[in-house]
């Protein structure tokens, strides 16, 4: 049904684009819902207006609060910490459902999700953070989002397959072609991500007993030895003479020093 809306609605719709301030974008957006019509054909527009007032209000707020206090002070949790960033109504929360045990509220208008929502997707032995924020748009840039953005360990760039794929984002966009609502295509996903955020882990056993298999430990690629015995305990670290390598070794229980770099699922036996 068309909206068929009346010649004052665009100009209040001109007023919001020219807002420079969050209370003239509130009041233009105001104006724009007292003007529209009441009918079927305005509904999902109207909902998309109160939408944009609600999250042009909670993101004022935001901005009054500390650093501390801020929506966007998400703490770490996990191996990594990945955030799910695009464009309104591109589907970033149906993603964090897909991926992890969230449940955040998705709907098909745009600013949906006010405030990051944190999931925890397992990946096979270890869990990594999964953050859903709010669209990326102008509202959102004078936020500290961009320290959030540059602290992860990982973006995972969210499009809408269906709009106008850019070159660029090609590669994103073959990989999220209906992933969210399928489940499609999950796990090559998570693999994605795990092999973005450049972690390794290595599993630790004591001479003549199995390796712990249970609980890996997590370091940053190209990690050494070394850097896993100061993750273990500062002792071991100092009295480290070598190691025996399972796993990305010439052969199995291989003689390694300290310098020798870990890949994935290493097993390591530490000798002191
Ligand atoms: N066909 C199709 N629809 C999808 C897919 N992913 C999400 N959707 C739909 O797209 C709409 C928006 O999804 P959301 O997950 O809420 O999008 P969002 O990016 O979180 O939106 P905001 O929080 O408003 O920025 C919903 O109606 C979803 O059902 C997909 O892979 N394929
Ligand atoms: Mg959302």
């Known amino acids: 049904m068309p909206a068929n809306l009346p010649p004052q609605y665009f100009e209040a719709e001109k007023e919001y ?43 004022e707020e935001a901005r009054r609060k500390t650093r501390r206090g801020s929506i966007f002070n998400v703490d770490r949790q996990g191996a990594a910490q990945v955030l799910l960033v695009g464009l309104p109504n591109s589907g970033k929360s149906s993603m964090l459902s897909s991926l992890t045990n969230a449940s955040p509220e998705v709907a098909d208008y745009p600013f949906t999700t006010t405030i990051p929502v944190i999931g925890m997707m397992a990946f096979e032995d270890i869990q990594i953070q999964v953050v859903d924020l709010p669209p990326l748009e102008e509202e959102i840039r004078k936020l500290p ?58 599993y630790t056993k004591i001479p003549g007993k199995k390796p712990d298999m249970e609980s890996p430990f997590v370091l940053p690629r190209g990690s050494t030895v070394l850097q896993l015995a100061r993750d273990i305990h500062h002792d071991f670290a100092i ?34």
């Open 145 to 202: 989002y961009y320290n959030l953005l540059r602290n992860a360990d990982a973006l995972l760039l969210v499009v809408d397959a269906s709009s106008h794929p850019e070159d660029e984002v090609q590669l994103i966009l073959d990989m999220l072609k209906d992933s969210s609502v399928t489940g499609e295509g999950t796990s090559e996903l998570k693999r994605e991500v795990f092999e973005t955020v450049e972690i390794v882990r290595v």
């Open 17 to 59: 684009k020219n807002a420079k301030t969050s209370e003239e974008k509130i009041a233009a957006l105001e104006a724009m819902l007292a003007i529209m019509p009441h009918h079927k054909g305005t509904d999902k527009l109207r909902a998309a207006l109160t939408r944009k007032i609600a999250q042009i209000k909670t993101l």
């Open 239 to 272: 009295n480290l003479r070598f190691a025996r390598i399972w796993g990305s070794a010439k052969f199995d229980g291989q003689t390694v020093q300290k310098d020798y770099i870990l890949q994935d699922k290493d097993i390591v036996e530490m000798h002191i």
